[in-house]
Structure formats: C-alpha cells, structure tokens
DNA sequence: ATTTTTTGTTGTATTATTACAAAATTTTGG
DNA sequence: CCAAAATTTTGTAATAATACAACAAAAAAT
C-alpha cells in the first residue's frame, strides 16, 4: 500500500513498521519452513547483502526463487522488495553496528580500541531487549493509573536506580504530577509509611533484591496503595508489587563496561513518561510549554533544545 | 566504489558517508548551476519523494533528464542511483523527524499507542547518531588524559547534563580517580577557583549554553586546568574548553517525549568511562573488585548484576 | 484422491544506465 | 571584442538490469 507512487505523503505507517523489521523477520523464521525459511535464515544471516544486492542474488543465495523473495517482502506487508530493501537499509543505520555486526565474531575477541563500537552495540542491544519484553505488556492500562494517581511516590536505590527515580520523578512532574523520588533508603521507607489509597508507588530496581525498596513497597501495601515495579521479572520485588514493569537486560561481564542496564532504565523511564503524557492528553502540552517558558527566561531562549539541559 | 557486489564485506566506508550526504548536498548546491542545481533543490526540497520515488519521477520533479540524476549520484561518489537512495534512506532514519521534516505532517498526530516504537526508534537513533559523530575525535588521547589527572571534577547543570556529570563520577569514581561532580552553579564557580594545573575539568551542557558552567570552565581556565567539554559543537562553551567530545543530537519536535538527547549523553559517559578504563589498564580490575565486594558483602552475593543497581 | 498451499519458470513491465548527439559554456586566436 | 574551436553540460533514444505477474508444477494438507 504504502508504495512508491505514494512517496509524497506522509510515510508514517512505514516508519512504524521501520525498527521491527528484523524482530519481524525473527518471529517468521520460527513458524515458516521450507523456501521461506531458507530465504530469511539468509537475509537474517546479512542484513548488509540482503540490502544492497539485486533480488537475484538474494535468490541465488538462499537457494530459493526470485518471486519467493517478492513474495516474502509482501506477506511482511511492504509493497514489494524495492520497499523491504529500503526498510532494511534503514534499521541497519538506525541499529547501527548492533545489527551490522550481529554475523561477527564474538563482541569481546576483537581489539579492545573501538569503545564506541562496543558500547553502542550493548545500548543498542540493552534497548532491543527491553521493547521486545514490552510487547507482552499492557502499557496504557499501566500509564492511565499513573496519570489518574493523586500523588505518585518513585524508589530507586543505587546509581541506576536512583537515576532512573530521579529522572521519572523530573518528568511527570512536568507533566503536572505530584511526583516524589526517594534514593535514601530511611526516607523509602519513611514515606512509604505514610502513603494512603490514593498514592500511587513506582520501585525500581536492576536486581529486585534492593532490601530499602522491597520494605517500602511492603509498607506502601499495607496503606494500599497501587504499587508498579520496574524490575527484573521473578525477583522478590517482582513478587510483591501489583504490576510489573518488566526490565529484561543481559549484562555482559566485560568489567570495563558495566552498564548496559542503564539504557534499559532509561528506556522504561521514557515509556513510562511518554506513555502517561499521552494518557493524560492534550492539555499536557499547556504545561510542559509552561515548564519550557519558565527555563527560556532564566537563559535566553534557545527554544529548540531539550527541556532541562 | 562500494557497489553492491561488495556488499558482504564490512561497508564501514560507506557507514562514514552516511549521515553527511545532506551535507554533501548543500555544498553542491553552492557550487552548481543549471540542471545539476535544479536538481539537488528538488532533492534537498523533499527527501522522502526522492528516497522512495523511481529516477523518472524525480527527474520529472526537477525538470531534468533522467540520466542528470545518475550522474548527481555518481559525482556524489555512489555506484549510481540505487546506492544514493540507500543512503539517502539511511541519513534519513537516522537524522529522523529532523531532515523528514518540513514537508511532512506532525509526527504527533500518529496514534497514540506506538509510545515503545517511538521511544525505541528515537534512543536508537541517538546513540547511532553519536557512534557515527565520534568516528572523527580521538578517543584514547581524550581519555589518556583523563586516566592521568589527579584531581577529576565533572560539571553539568540541569536534568541530563547533572545526571550525566553524577554518572561520571560514580564511574571515574571506580576506577581510583578522584573525581567528584557539581550541579549547583555556585559550587561550581567555587569549585574552579581552587584547581590547579594538575586538574582536569569535564563540562557536560547539551546547549554549551549553560551559564554556569561556561564560567566554571573559564576559570579553571585562569588557574590553568586541562578542560574537557562533552557538547554541541559550535557552542560558546565548546569554544572556551581544550578539548571537544561533540554532543550530537537532534532533538525532534515531539514535546511528549523530550529526550533523545539522554541517550547521547549516556552514551558520552560510556565512552568516556570505558575508554578511561582502558587506559589505566588492567589494574582496574583490581579497584572495580573491591568496589563489587563492598557492595556484595551488604546485600547477600548477586555477583552477576552490575554495580550499583 | 482431491483440494489447498507453496514454490518455481517464463515472459513482461518497470527502472536505471550507456552511448551518442545537441546545446550551452568556456577558451583561444585573430 | 568577436567569432570559431574546444570543452563541458545536458538531453534523447536505445539498451541493460532489475523486479514482478501469470501461469504451471510440485508439495502438503485434507
């Protein structure tokens, strides 16, 4: 549908589809067989051949015939191959060399100079895992509450935790929330004490094993309060909340890089935030542009760059 | 030359061309004349049409011939029309809402539910857009710097930049430096005034316009402190420090999600700290185990999770 | 054994490029 | 300064490369 003769308009149903390509390309690989299977097994094993070279050497590659290559590129719901190669090529520059380089050697072998090459393959990697955990989950369901709480309280202990607190504290509260964050372990649990039924909590934690956090949300339960986690799933503070926010990461165990995880904090602090301005609506708009005005007065407005450098 | 029959190999050349085809560009539209002018205008005009349009169309657009448009792409250095599109692709992905810009509707108007597309796609393209500025600077010298200072303080005021400068200095922190990190503009003035030479300054602002901490840097100056600063370049404060560590980032105009620029300086922590690890060496190791056993001997041996949950 | 689905073959349509010719531009000799 | 030659730029038409459709054969499912 979203063809060539339609380049003019907006391509935003593309763009969508844009990053899953290759998720998409991964749940076919499990159902198909035969030809097909052949075919995407290839195209999987080099995304960069399969985005540069003619549909006939895709074919030849994978043994398979040209129209099955057509074909496939339609039953992934791109008008035709023209369409599929160019969504490839764009989710190989957007994945960058976390997708080029998914048909190397192990990550670890290579000569340790290119930081940048590795720490952005474990970004890239940390933010994949994340969106596709989150698929299972219901993120509106999760945001309403949050938009709908009379106060919401966020614990986090720990540098990644207590960032991401921090950090989804800041913004809700330009959303107009009443958000507190709290990284002092006495404090988490001191405030979790005097929560009510109206107060929503958010706990995060990497591990599900911070004891302050897990003691807070025990507490914030017993004066029923609504409790999300964000956490890993199966852990004891996994447990315990009324909703998981699952956190799925893979720290790998190069010492020099502890901290993959961070993105996927990040990650979860973004879903969240954006997620509950949208269930909030339109009349967000009028205080974040409140918040922006406040910040452009103080410096001389630079109205394009992000709130709060 | 990076034809399609190279395609198996590693297209790290081409990966360099990437992002700067706009660029490239608008130069040519300075220089040329005629037909070839016309052309890129039309090109530069709407990215999008000539990224999914045949040569015809876009040919037709520009009131030129067909053949004026491969012989843009090739005097652009592409093997013909083909390769310029996928580049064009690409840049396009990565430099997103930002180049697809201006002929295109509001990207806020797309449903509502994609909030973990949007996030995603957007903190990809963040990191991959550092990944591919950072191939220009030289790392190791940066951070060599770094590993051999005596006294390390990180400035950063505001939501990102003072999470990011904290970042740091959690994680320079481990690796034995003495690093210690200001957000307070008054302790950061204050704080310059007592370096030395022996001191090394790293300045984080996603503007390079934050007051205080162009001031900061400017005295450590006077006291003659190497001085590093993570921001945009072209920016006052990139103008004042030694040495530049660009923040690149295009922020899109989506004011429910204001933040891709995290993800860049996130990313800027990354590099910074994994690379100064590397250049301290192996000894490291030692510091960051008994950082770990600090924390394992608290809260009872998850030894996998990453420090600092 | 028949129907349905998947895959391949062949011919055709689309798209891009080459080869050549015509303008347009610049250069050069008077 | 002007025309004629040389050079460059651009366009036309033929050709090559690429992708697709229609049909047929094979495989799988009923």
Redo the contacts with the bound molecule.
Sequence with gaps: MTG?GEATENSSASYDRRVDIVGRLQTRLQLG?????RLVESILGDLNFATYA???DIAARA?????????L?RALGF?????M?FHLAQSLAIGGAYLRGSNQKNIDDRPLDDVITKVSEGAHAALELMSVALSEIDLPTITQDIAKANQVVVYGTGGGSSMAAVELQNRLFRLGLQATAYSDPQLQRMSASVLDAKALVIAFSISGHARSVIDAVSIAKQYNARTITVTSPGSPLANIGDTLFPLTFKEDNNLYKPTASRYALLAAVDFLAMGTAMSIGPKVLERLRRVRQSLASQDIGYPELPLGD
Excluded: N, Y
């Design positions: 060539p067989k035969g030809a097909e299977k003619p549909i006939a043994q398979v015939s040209e129209p099955t290559v057509t074909r590129a008008s035709g191959t023209r369409e190669k």
